[in-house]
């Protein structure tokens, strides 16, 4: 008897919600089918099954929310008995057994997720080498290039139908992936691996298209008619606002933030972004991930920064993991994270970025890539901000907050010139980060900036 379980997908999580049923009762499944849709507080996932047979019963249908390690449906022979099982049916299963030890830290200060159903898919084995001209992307892509596999009886190739859903939605040929699933079955991981390959493949090339230009919005004619009918309404809690609500209420009450901003010249940080492009039109990157790379520069620099708060002890990393906050559409935040930031190049984190921020606003996080992050960054200079305070997310020590990256009259030398700049605010710990630490990182962050060729070595 195979039990299918509402999985742990994070660290926060204690409830999840039934969003829809993939198979319905009487239907044959297998080992790696996807069998039901869940909502998470943090993403959309399906969970696979562990074993193959017939799904004798649905225990929870579509919409309905229940804790951790709720009992969701039942897996078996055609004739086994479930009916000692069904007896306890509605109440809590036992907890899902933890996933095999992962090569990445779990979330500081709390257990690693626990996600029964579906294997993790590590965040830094999909973040794909970054080349410094497309020859040598293709040449990657060559070299990683698996062999047509063979279809399985039938014409078709051995897939779960999550992972040939994907493949679809991307455009890729089920034929060149080599599955690692049972018996060579191609799963979710062997999908987004293959589309790694082929994003950096296609990223190498020189974009044609032209940017558009922002068009302000356009102001009512006339006044909104009076709405009619009740005065408010009432819309329940996401499970991502839930948990946004608690983490809030945990860092903000009990750690004594603190506050620094500095504004930085961002004139050679926009010269080397055109440089870059003139030298090499592979080389394409934003002014976040310059600062994402820089944070990281200084981090090396100030690792006493790079901390946790332990309780009886301050915790020091000594890797650094950097948290970037994203907004989702529907409401809500994420924060993925890119991992071993002091090993990797500022091209590899700005298409690791780019890779993990798309796929947080859709929802397809792995669980083991928004959780364990050391130091966080928050933009919200896209939106016109020139300067905001971001609320720690613990037990990180520290958080920086980006605004707008703009042109204003600047004082050089006794003269009125036109800058380039951008205030950035360090929200501190202060049982992690004194004053002067936390001023002489900034200090250190600027001077990268200003001088981005730093980076570089």
Sequence with gaps: MVKVLMPKGSDTMTEGKVLKWVKKEGDQVSAGDAVVEIETDKVDMEVEAMGGGVLRKILVQSGKVVPVGELLALIGKPDEDISALLKGEGAAATPAPAPAPSSHPPAIGSPAPVVAPISPSAGPALATPSPATAASWQALKDANAPSARQPEDGGRVLASPLARRMAHEMGLDLNRITGTGPAGRIVRQDVERAAMLSVGARTARPAEAKPVAQQPAELPRRPAPVPTGPEFYDEPLSAMRKVIATRLVQSKAPVPHFYLTIEVDMGRAKELRESAKVLNPDLSFSYNDLILKACAAALQLHPHVNASFQGEAIRYHRRIHLGIAVAVDEGGLITPVIRNCES?????MAREAKDLVARARNRKLNPDEYVGATFSVSNLGMMGIEEFSAVINP????????????????????????GLRCRMTLSCDHRVVDGAMGA???????????NPVYLAF
């Excluded at 707008?404 to 009125?416: D, H, L, S």
């Excluded at 990182?441 to 200003?450: A, D, H, R, S």
């Design 344 to 348: 990797k190049t500022l091209q590899e």
């Design 395 to 418: 037990p990180e020590g520290a958080i920086l907050a980006v605004g707008e990256v703009a042109e204003k009259p600047v004082v050089v030398k006794g003269q009125i010139q036109v």
């Design 440 to 450: 002489k990182f900034l200090q250190t962050l600027k001077q990268i900036l200003e």
